[in-house]
């Protein structure tokens, strides 16, 4: 990850092979914010899910209390399954935290504060208003996820991808007087074939 030697505040995204990673630079304590992200299929069909770019993506200047928009580029991913058996119907990806409350935790022991998943906000493909991570999904109980695409499966679609561009910010309205930390947390990307 890279540092700041200004007063600056400043955040990037990087994603190495399956890996998402925030950073976001505090002047005061070079506070961080780290996301990692995996990638995962569930169910007993062949489905995949790729990270294929988006390892660059940066916030100039991370403003407390504002939304912070990551720029670079979004975040491609890639679904792809194959041979679906001809009760299933659609395949869902989903984006999701392991806790709602602290999706990213503080790593300073005199810091008590986390980052709660509903301050990361994404949105598939440029189109639309960003949408926080505060639902529940099939692979978890906390309400820090959303439900990213649902591809509509039929004869003639058994076999076949799609990619698709995430777009994410911080939204750090809520957290006007976040400490300057280092945060962590792994956010997972998962997809379904259903029913």
């Known amino acids: 990850m890279r540092s700041t030697k200004t007063g600056c505040r400043h955040a990037w995204i990087a994603v190495v092979v399956c890996g998402l990673a925030l950073l976001a630079l505090s002047p005061l304590l070079h506070g961080q914010v780290r996301v990692g992200l995996e990638a995962a299929a569930a169910s007993s069909d062949s489905l995949s ?11 100039a200047s991370l403003t407390p209390g504002a939304v912070n928009s990551f720029s670079g580029g979004p975040v491609s991913i890639t679904t792809s399954w194959t041979s679906l058996k001809s009760s299933r119907t659609a395949v869902k990806l989903y984006a999701y935290f392991a806790s709602a409350t602290s999706a990213l935790q503080h790593t300073n022991s005199l810091n008590t504060t986390d980052i709660p998943s ?37 004869s003639g679609n058994r076999t076949s991808s799609r990619t698709d561009a995430m777009d994410v910010q911080l939204n750090l309205t809520t957290l006007p007087q976040l400490p300057a930390d280092t945060y962590t947390g792994t956010l997972r990307l998962q997809a379904q074939a259903t029913p």
């Open 118 to 154: 509903s301050a990361i906000q994404v949105r598939m493909n440029g189109s639309g208003g960003y949408n926080p991570l505060s639902s529940t999904t099939p692979f978890n109980a906390a309400a820090s996820g959303r439900l990213l695409f649902t591809q509509t499966i039929n």
């Open 49 to 59: 899910v790729q990270i294929n770019s988006g390892s660059s993506l940066s916030i």
